[in-house]
T-cell receptor, first 114, second 113 residues
Framework: DGGITQSPKYLFRKEGQNVTLSCEQN?????MYWYRQDPGQGLRLIYY???????QKGDIAEGYSVSREKKESFPLTVTSAQKNPTAFYLC?????????????FGPGTRLLVL | AQTVTQSQPEMSVQEAETVTLSCTYD???????LFWYKQPPSRQMILVIR????KQQNATENRFSVNFQKAAKSFSLKISDSQLGDTAMYFC??????????WGAGTKLIIKP
């Protein structure tokens, strides 16, 4: 099956701890994205990558880091510098210019701070 | 700056009725894409429908259709014969020239049995 997977579904972070959220896609898409969603809110862009080994900051990159060593994978690390990390995190990918670079989403990871 | 506005925070209709969700946007670009996404209680974001600005014909996907008014910068979503499974948050989004999505705040749609 082609699609985007995110793991874990739920993640608990202790104070001062770094945690990493996984995002994998087998759609052969070049671009990948990370969004944060707070309760009752829309999506805010954290980081995006349009090609392997390159990524750009989005609107709320502070306290987060990413890597893009493989086309299929775009992990997000929530560092201890992110003081309010409790949120729902969505990963997306896109790769078809003729389809307007439509973004397709994974099922999300809910991060909670203990 | 490009913006997307959804003026209806919440709507509710009876099952089988038709409902229209509003979206207005602002952009100075001539070529762009508009999207409606659905986020059910599972919270996965699902593409509902896509419209290319240079196409005058309104996009349709089964029970979902749009009314795209380019001059008015309006992009409303019509859901016909609404079903209980249509209950969700609906987000309107504009794709800019850098392929980034500009999101509206969302409309919570409740379908009542």
């Amino acid at each position: 099956d082609g699609g985007i997977t995110q793991s874990p579904k739920y993640l608990f972070r202790k104070e001062g701890q770094n945690v990493t959220l996984s995002c994998e896609q087998n759609l052969n898409h070049d671009a990948m994205y990370w969004y944060r969603q707070d309760p009752g809110q829309g999506l805010r862009l954290i980081y995006y990558s349009q090609i392997v080994n390159d990524f750009q900051k989005g609107d709320i990159a502070e306290g987060y880091s990413v890597s893009r060593e493989k086309k299929e994978s775009f992990p997000l690390t929530v560092t201890s510098a992110q003081k309010n990390p409790t949120a729902f995190y969505l990963c997306a990918s896109s790769g078809d210019r003729e389809a307007g670079e439509t973004q397709y989403f994974g099922p999300g990871t809910r991060l909670l701070v203990l | 700056a490009q913006t997307v506005t959804q003026s209806q925070p919440e709507m509710s209709v009876q099952e089988a009725e038709t409902v229209t969700l509003s979206c207005t946007y602002d952009t100075s670009e001539n070529n762009y894409y508009l999207f409606w996404y659905k986020q059910p209680p599972s919270r996965q974001m699902i593409l509902v429908i896509r419209q290319e600005a240079y196409k005058q014909q309104n996009a349709t996907e089964n029970r979902f259709s749009v009314n795209f008014q380019k001059a008015a910068k309006s992009f409303s979503l019509k859901i016909s014969d609404s079903q209980l499974g249509d209950t969700a948050m609906y987000f309107c989004a504009l794709m800019d020239s850098n392929y980034q999505l500009i999101w509206g705040a969302g409309t919570k749609l409740i379908i009542k049995p």
